[in-house]
Nanobody, 125 residues
Framework: VQLQASGGGLVQAGDSLRLSCAAS????????VGWFRQAPGKERAFVAG??????????TYAISLKGRFTISRDNAKNTVYLQMNSLKPEDTAVYYC?????????????????WGQGTQVTVSS
């Protein structure tokens, strides 16, 4: 199984983008899918995570991004989305998605598996 992020591009500050994370194989619905980003010269940082708890969907966000970014999941398409609004130049980074099997690990990138190549998001001022 591999998760491939797509949908990045060059946009202006204030614009929106929707990233997609498509799985090449089936990922258990209970598994967490997380978005991370890495800017040049910086460590990989948590963006958002999503999982199905059985009766509901649970999400979490980096505190600084909550309100601008929204993560969602289409199980029929085996795809997770990241809607990014009001983009800022500091959102410029390569965005990755990956999967981990425990919600308590959602913000720890080193615990994730199935990383894809990432998609570049560049926000100009």
């Amino acid at each position: 199984v591999q998760l491939q992020a797509s949908g990045g591009g060059l946009v202006q500050a204030g614009d929106s983008l929707r990233l997609s994370c498509a799985a090449s194989g089936r990922i258990p619905r209970s598994d967490v899918v997380g978005w991370f980003r890495q800017a040049p010269g910086k460590e990989r940082a948590f963006v958002a995570g999503i999982a199905d708890s059985g009766t509901s969907t649970i999400t979490t966000y980096a505190i600084s991004l909550k309100g601008r970014f929204t993560i969602s999941r289409d199980n029929a398409k085996n795809t997770v989305y990241l809607q990014m609004n009001s983009l800022k130049p500091e959102d410029t980074a390569v965005y990755y998605c990956a999967s981990v099997n425990e919600w308590r690990l959602v913000k720890i990138w080193s615990k994730y598996s199935y990383w894809g190549q990432g998609t570049q998001v560049t926000v100009s001022s």
